[in-house]
């Protein structure tokens, strides 16, 4: 990659080299042009520039909600509403009382969902489910996924689910949650919880991240470093009864469990594991929203 000032152009030997925002982008011609969106005086939007028979997108620095459209995410829920971002897999809303919906959230520009903790009964017990996210071919996650959210608990226990997979009969999937007595975050493979290392604060944000590849290989990161790495075969539920629940864990049908005490925000899911490189380059941009 060449560095030059922002928005120059290089021209050299008949061919344009169209500098946008940090990056250089061969063209076919020294005609075709590169346009830049500056949004304040910092952040700047990606560009698509079409170079004769070739198009080139530059990814540029922008909001949280950019940097996550920008890797694709099979589903990505804000908490404005039930509503996904992608445009499948809208949720819904579960409980009596249910959860609060445009709850103030980590960032500026960001909302979430409140959820209340309180352990009742199936059909009042509160928690969002996607369920359609659930009952997606295994094909889907033949190349692993990654699970996203930011989350904030009130409380030092019980255990409490950020998001999980699971189904009618009780088949625990893959998921993120918080556990007492040690505070920490970890991800749970089927029925094993893999823990962060340390501990955790309670009642502030935190930014969690679990990654599984092709092969099994799994990364945990919380506020975007790396706490745990482990090994698995367990892979989402992908059943014609199968849950996606946030803020709670719903298991056989009528039980539910482990209801979650606090906020959560910008869950989102992907159909590959996200590289720690992209993983902190969302982190960081939760500095940029507005």
Known sequence: MIKLGRNRRLFALG?????????????????TRSTTTTLGSTTTRSSTTTLGSTRTTVPQPGSYRDAVLADAPVAYWRFANTNSETGTHNGNLRGSPAPLLGQPGPFAGSRSIRFDGVLRDNTTTGGFLAN???RLSSNTWSNGYTLEAWAKTTTSGPEQHVMTWSN???DAGPGILFDDPDNVWKFRDG??????????????????VATVGTLGNGKLYVDGQQVQSWNSDVKPEASSDGLFTVGADY?????????FNGWIAEVAVYNRPLTQTRVQAHYAARARSR
């Open 251 to 259: 298991d056989a049908g009528t039980i539910v469990d482990t209801p």
């Open 191 to 208: 029925n094993v919880s893999l823990s962060m290392n340390g501990t955790t604060t309670i009642n502030a944000w935190h930014y969690l």
């Open 132 to 134: 359609s996210l659930a």
């Open 168 to 170: 009618s009969n009780g």
């Open 15 to 31: 061919a344009a080299l169209v500098f946008t925002a940090g990056t250089i982008v061969a063209c076919d011609s020294p005609t």
